[in-house]
């Protein structure tokens, strides 16, 4: 007869998350794992798998909870583009915010990982997809409704403000100048008219 976990997975999964995104892959140790989530070295091991499969995990539960935000967010009705200027500020503020200066954890592991690990690229890559998805529709939207002016390529939009937002986010783990952050917002939305 098989035993039952004496742990919740899922809020193991979510305190292994804070840890990884915190310190980063290379530095996470599995003992730092087991001492973190309070559980056996084993049943992370028979529940998640290693260290690698845990962090993959980690940054799906990530994903899952961060990227339908932003679609719901942009796809509201009625006007788009305000929507659109807000996703800007909110990342350049959350960026400017970010004083425990953890980043976002997908470009973390873009950072880290991405040029090593073929799993956890395509999960930094389906999210920039998913943004810029969500970002493209929305422009589309825009122009559409008469917001975006005919000549503006929604795509082409969509791609600058996801490089964009990256980018805060790589000065947001820095001690960097904030007004950097939120001049490149208003450089941004000003694109939009």
Known sequence: MARTKEFDPDAALRRALELFWERGYEATSMADLVAHLGIARAS???????KRELYL???ERYLHDTDPKIAEALSQPGPV????RALIER???ESARDRPRLGCLVVNTAVELGARDTEAARLVESSWNFLEASLTTALTRARAQGELPADKAPRALARLLLVLFQGMRVLGRAPADDHRLRDAARQAAALLT
């Open 44 to 50: 992370v091991y028979a529940t998640f798998g290693g």
């Open 57 to 59: 995990k980690a940054l």
């Open 81 to 84: 583009l305000p929507a659109v």
């Open 91 to 93: 990342y350049a503020e």
